[in-house]
């Protein structure tokens, strides 16, 4: 901050580093180079046609962070059709193929050195704004924006006001991101973020996992926010140290260690004491209802998700595999595990966590999207109640119209299998399952002690 | 100068899940046609009747969800000439206005029956009815999104493509705010 400047919330900081001049004389929107833009099979197929007429070539290929993750594999003739245009425009383009079927765009985009603290990143997906826990201004727009961009590298945004969270207290051990994203949700309403950015200040005593972070800033889009950001720290820094090793971030994706000014002006804050907080479920239909888990009726439950870009990490299935250990799924009940990426299912594979969840009865399906969109693997029908730790439980997502969503965390999702209703889920927890598990969600005594109910 | 038309009545947080499905992603716009509010409670008809000239009028947060294209997309082919709502979502509203199909935001607004004959006089930036009598002010659009509109959506206006659907915003002379 200089002294001509205001002070600055970090999303204000992160894009008036690079914004140039308003777009159109009197406008609040202003021209944004990009660092870096997420695609899809799904939503870059919609742009093809209409770029090929525009006859030009696309600015940067090297900063397309393009996966296939929809339609990964295809489940109908049309979708093999969507998927294979993309990849030819992929290759046609000279755009990294490097992340083709390894996962869930969003996860593949917070696993990588291209990711990095104080970039401008948007992407052709909603979900996006996950990579806020970066640190990082990450947007999600729809394809007629992501074409502009493919071809100009810029963007045309407000810069965005800012709502402070700050969270205070100890995280319990049956407490996740999910609980605490949903509790945000609660507070602020379904539009209650629309056109601001949620600015996350982590204050716990012994600080919040990156992989609940992911959760958080995943869901600020389910506020209507147009971005989520974490403010950088010491568990940022040990895990881009441990991602990234020792060479850092790529040449050229350097990033910027931003932070906001102590007296930057927000238009609200809020301040959650986490150790205060219960597990929550979201009620079937919107994200208008949100309840403690041992408060909503007690529905009983055909289908268990477990996956998503909001639900499908490395905590996600640990906690499941620590509460379905020696257990198994409850007659009646379907539960799919779709681990976010092929990182993520490696290191289950490598840990015995699929062991444990394969034993229970668990159905585990390749890191993709799947399930989560109503794409396949997992769709319900009229009737049928679904747990899951996706991001949206709206009428229709997951299959049929008559079909219910119930969004929660792994650990109620997980419980939820064990009891065919939904349930708190230390209901089913002695008290033993969970202990340490911020610390070290899978130790290797869980490791050897197999998964044989 | 004016758009006039039957007003389609939706409610609050209605997403882009229930205003077009995912089932009904595709490439061909006959398949995106079809799935017109098919998550709807009460639009189980929207995929096929016609909607030639309707007014979408609705609640706070229209369109909160997915960014997916072909949720606005379907508007567009559906004949739908422009969105009123208490309030918008974001992806949304840039996904219609990128198109040039006119969204705008009437925080005043009131419940109103299905097929109420609505106006939107988008040069003095107000919404009116006969029955019920109503003469509600918008939310002045930014400047870019009146040009924007005024070329037919983002790509005209960049110059990178043609206008995506009919121009509804082309010859509208268009409420820039102040008094």
New interface residues.
Partial sequence: MTPETLPETLTEKILRRSAAAPIVTGSELLRIPVDLVLGHDATIALVIERFKRAGRRIWDPSRCFFAADHFAPPSTPERADILRRYLAFIADQSIPDDLVYRGISHQLLIEDRRCQPGMVICGADSHTVMAGALGCFACGMGSTDILALLLTGEVILPIPESIRIDFEGALPEWLFGKDLALEIIRQLGEGGAVDRALEYHDRTRHGLPMESRFTIANMAVEAGATNGVFVPDDALRRYLTERDGASGPLPGFEGAWLEPDPDAGYVRRLCIDVGELCPLVALPGDLSRIVPAGEAEPSSVQQVFIGSCAGGRLEDLAVAARVLRGRRVAPGVRLVVTPASQAVFHACVRNGILDVLTAAGALVTNSSCGACGGIDKGLIGAGEVCVSTSNRNFRGRMGSNDGLIYLASSATAAAAAVTGRVCDPREVLDGQRLRGFHREPWPAAERTSGGAA | MKIAGRALIMGD?V?T??LH???F????DRTVRAGFL??A?GFEQAGTSDLTGRVVVAG??FG???????G?RAFLLAGVQAIVAR?????FS??VR??GLPAVECPSLPALAPDTEVEIDLARGRLRAAAPALDLPLVPL???WL?VLEAG???PF?G???P?GPRPGASLPMYRGGP
Avoid: H, K, M
């Fill in positions: 947080n997403n899940d229930v499905p995912s089932r992603f595709s490439l061909d098919q998550a409670a706070d947060n909160c969800g997915s960014s997916r294209e072909t606005a309030s918008l979502a974001r992806i840039r996904n990128n198109l930014d400047p870019f040009a959506g983002l790509l960049l990178l493509g043609e995506a």
